[in-house]
């Protein structure tokens, strides 16, 4: 995981964890749903079945990557930043604040806004981690062609119920879900940019990929054993 942003895999998890508890009471907590349409002109929120399973399903792998990054090999100075400390417990604490002298509702809306800033930030280090390397290796980028997929899927239908309830200003009732649209877009096509323009050559400094290749290499070159011979 040499090539992976730490700071990336802790946004990841944390915000689609946010993300998840989000989906989760606006669409079984039926009192929270009676809010939303009371604040906005009777109309109903657009959180659907297809968001809370990919919630769910984006935190399972999130955190399947980032337990990966504790097992694999990574370098020694690799780790999260103070930054990213900052906002995990700085948001945690607004949190816990909201609980104390606010309404669920405005709860529920806050971990959206704590979403929206971990989509808003959590590719920057990343990408500055490639810029640095001046490579895209040890990185996927098959993740990012699905994430651009999925972004722009996700932010067309946003716009096509919201249109088809006639009231187009209802995309900006769920702006976790507009905003992750925009920001995922926008950042997938930073990094296609890094992968297939900036940085084609797949030289890796580390040379990794080879050291992996060579530990699946039984060592029985250089033998003279009888036995290897034939089996030429």
């Known amino acids: 995981v040499e090539g ?94 909201s609980l104390m002298f606010s309404s669920i509702y405005n709860t529920v809306y806050l971990l959206s ?19 640095q390397r001046k490579s895209t290796t040890g990185w996927s980028i098959h993740n990012i062609m699905l994430d651009f997929t999925g972004g722009t899927l996700s932010f067309a239908q946003l ?10 200003t209802e995309a900006l009732g769920n702006p976790v879900k507009f905003g992750m649209g925009l920001a995922s877009i926008g950042f997938d096509l930073v990094f296609l940019t890094q992968h297939f323009v900036l940085y084609t050559d797949r030289y890796d400094p580390q040379d990794i990929e080879a050291q992996v290749r060579c530990q699946s290499v039984p060592s029985t070159y250089g033998s003279t054993d009888s036995s290897d011979v034939s089996t030429f």
């Open 113 to 131: 806004f704590i979403k929206l800033g971990c989509s808003m930030i959590k590719y920057i280090p990343q990408a500055w981690l490639n810029y």
């Open 159 to 168: 716009i096509l119920d919201a249109i088809r309830s006639g009231n187009v």
């Open 4 to 97: 992976l942003s730490i700071d990336f895999l802790v946004y990841n998890v944390y915000g689609f964890a946010c993300y998840a508890l989000f989906n989760t009471a606006f669409f079984f907590n039926k009192r929270i749903g009676d809010e939303y349409a009371r604040r906005n002109d009777g109309h109903e929120n657009l959180v659907r079945f297809n968001d809370l399973f990919f919630s769910y399903h984006a935190l399972v792998l999130s955190l399947v990557t980032f337990a990966q990054s504790f097992y694999y090999k990574r370098a020694p100075a690799q780790s999260s930043s103070r930054t990213s400390r900052v906002f995990f417990f700085g948001t945690l604490a607004s949190l816990a604040i």
